[in-house]
């Protein structure tokens, strides 16, 4: 099976553009490939935004928008199961972003939520992001998307090692 987690960073209140992604591919229980890249997101930042991330204009100056990254990325997000933790944000972001530039996709693809899955396998702890990373021993660069791709990864690798069936948490995402 090969799951594809990501994650972004936006740089404001609207949440419609990325400043940022990362990517980890995990294949046959394993990671892959990674991938990271800032992203001009061509709108302003907000204060809240840059002081969360650590990005600002001056980061991203230089570094593709997202219609320039799309070919790039396009093949790594393609053929298999998106996975984000808090996937209905990610995706969201995701979605906005090809509707932004005119980027025709597809329509939905199937996709699974770590917090989601979380809740269920774990009840009664906090499925923060940073709370699960200090539960597993994950090392963890909260806000940075590259490191927040590869934390995701890793919680969904030990869902599976521990006997959990990710087919049981699919869901299908409109983009």
């Not at 591919?25 to 892959?32: A, F, N, Q």
């Not at 980061?59 to 209905?88: D, K, R």
């Not at 199937?110 to 917090?115: F, H, M, Q, Y």
Request: aromatic share 12%; proline share 5%; charged share 20%.
């Amino acid at each position: 099976m090969r799951y594809i987690a990501f994650d972004v960073e936006t740089p404001n209140h609207w949440n419609n553009r990325m400043s940022a992604i990362g990517i980890t591919v995990i294949e046959d229980g394993e990671i892959t490939q990674e991938f990271f890249s800032y992203v001009d997101p061509e709108q302003p930042f907000d204060w809240f935004n840059t002081q969360l991330t650590g990005i600002g204009p001056e980061t991203v100056q230089g570094a593709p928008n997202f219609a320039a990254l799309w070919p790039q990325i396009e093949p790594l997000l393609a053929g298999g199961v998106l996975v984000a933790h808090n996937a209905s944000f990610d995706m969201g972001v995701l979605r906005k972003c090809l509707w932004d530039y005119g980027i025709r996709w597809r329509t939905e693809v199937t996709g699974l939520c770590t917090v989601v899955m979380g809740r269920r396998l774990l009840p009664g702890i906090s499925h923060k992001l940073n709370d699960m990373c200090s539960y597993y021993g994950i090392c963890l660069n909260h806000h940075q998307a590259d490191s927040d791709a590869r934390a995701c990864a890793e919680i969904l690798l030990r869902y599976i090692e521990s006997g959990a069936k990710p087919e049981q948490f699919y869901r299908s995402y409109r983009l």
